[in-house]
């Protein structure tokens, strides 16, 4: 956020700011490419409005009308739950300063769900990825779809998608692949592979790729998207765990990976936090995704046996879950990973 030094005007005008000093006036047409509505990125610390000269066209009292593009804020002295030092919150840009304080009490803040935010998708050109794809879309944002295939991609068209095509399981070239994209305000580490083999009969190579794909891809693009998130005091980050992560899992290299996703969203969240960054993920018990294919049916049987509706879970209902963990979700609930399974694992 720019800064801007106005006139001087007489005393009374100022008589709000001058009682109010932790309030501030600030311009936020400057705010554009910010994560957060009405969250503000400045270089300036202001403390209190004292340091301020208020400017002859601004009219400044409770009465008046703030010009189209100006707010009135309240800082956060020591950042608390704002990200760091300098930044400042607001719950929208008002017209009335009396408006504000009701708008205080009903709004909550860190939620993202204007539009026009870049959403990047690993696996989301099918499954639970090509829902939330369709939901970030049809919500106005632009969604970087990234997969290794996009054959069979129904929305390859669409004006709001942009399709990257990559092999996750090259780990070493994701920091050159992020540098190619825009700053993302969103990502949702949705790819994942499942062998469903015996663990004596699993082959290196699977092993390694299930690891690259499952594990290693996510670490990497959340450690360079974060970059420009911390850099703006905003972001918001979504991981497609599973059950397998939760409980004993016949792929035990699967459930290894599952349950190392878990983990490393809530480290993400203690380090990425303070940063105003929100780390969550979701942990569904099978769906009726293509990945069902490889689960034999004895245990699809059992499964479906095992939850309350007798039925796996639809890919769209995760997506649902995930979509709300991106953006209307309070940013208190902050490394947290949410249960989708139906009764499959009560806890």
Not at 227 to 234: E, F, L, P, Q, S
Not at 279 to 305: F, Q, Y
Not at 329 to 334: A, T, V
Request: charged letters at 20%; aromatic letters at 6%.
């Amino acid at each position: 956020m720019t800064t801007q030094r106005v006139t001087k005007q007489n005393s009374a005008k100022s008589d709000f700011l001058r009682n109010h000093q932790d309030w501030v006036l600030v311009n936020t047409r400057t705010c554009a490419g910010c994560c957060t509505p009405g969250r503000l990125s400045t270089m300036l610390i202001v403390e209190n409005t004292r340091e301020m000269e208020i400017g002859s066209t601004l009219r400044i009292c409770p009465e008046s009308e703030i010009p189209e593009g100006w707010a009135i804020i309240k800082t956060l002295q020591q950042a608390g739950g704002c990200g760091k030092a300098g930044q400042l919150i607001v719950m929208r840009t008002i017209e009335k300063l009396s408006d504000y304080r009701e708008e205080h009490k009903r709004k909550g803040k860190g939620k993202m769900m204007d539009t026009g935010r870049n959403v990047l998708i690993t696996g989301g050109n099918k499954g639970i990825g090509l829902a939330a794809t369709e939901k970030f879309i049809d919500a106005g944002h632009t969604v970087y779809v990234l997969a290794r295939d996009f054959a069979e991609f129904p929305l390859r068209d669409h004006s709001q998608v942009e399709m990257v095509e990559y092999d996750l399981s090259n780990i070493d070239g994701i920091p050159g692949l992020v540098g190619q994209l825009p700053a993302m305000d969103i990502l949702l580490n949705n790819a994942g592979v499942m062998y469903a083999l015996p663990y004596q009969e699993y082959p290196q190579e699977k092993i390694d790729q299930i690891l690259k794909i499952n594990i290693q891809a996510p670490v990497a693009l959340i450690t360079e998207l974060a970059k420009t998130m911390i850099t703006k005091g905003c972001g918001r980050i979504v991981n497609n765990a599973s059950i397998a992560g939760e409980i004993g899992h016949p792929d035990i290299w699967y459930g290894m990976t599952k349950a190392g996703l878990i983990n490393m969203t809530k480290s993400f969240a203690k380090i990425l936090g303070p940063q105003g960054i929100v780390v969550n993920a979701v942990a569904a018990g099978p769906v009726e995704t293509d990945m069902l294919a490889v689960i034999p049916e004895p245990r699809k049987k059992a499964i479906k046996e095992a939850v309350y509706t007798g039925r796996f879970a639809y890919a769209e209902e995760v997506a649902e879950a995930m979509f709300w963990l991106a953006t209307d979700c309070p940013e208190y609930i902050n490394g947290t990973c949410i249960d989708i399974n139906n009764g499959a694992f009560p806890r």
